[in-house]
């Protein structure tokens, strides 16, 4: 995968999981640092697109009721229309 495609993964990853916290779970990051045993400067990383989660990590906030699989579909989507192919 190239370096542009993962910037954009991180960025659109970030951007959805920040809405989710803002507005469907209107809470702020340490309430969601608490609620998933991430720490919240993590959160902030992963938000501001400076960090991909790991597996642990998103198994962390699946288990918080973060339903991983929109966050995917927006990145698969924005690819898309950004022109990147995810075949190759």
């Known amino acids: 995968m190239e370096k542009e495609q993962l910037q954009l993964i991180s960025h659109i990853f970030g951007n959805e999981l920040r809405k ?5 779970k209107d809470v702020t990051q340490e309430r969601f640092a608490q609620d998933t045993g991430i ?9 501001r697109g400076s960090r991909l989660p790991r597996i642990e990590t998103l198994l962390r906030l699946r ?4 339903d991983i699989n929109l966050i995917f ?16």
């Open 63 to 66: 288990h918080a009721g973060v």
């Open 73 to 88: 579909d927006q990145i698969i989507q924005e690819l898309d229309n950004n022109g990147f192919d995810l075949t190759k």
């Open 39 to 47: 720490g919240p400067e993590h959160i902030g990383e992963i938000e």
């Open 20 to 24: 989710i916290r803002d507005i469907e």
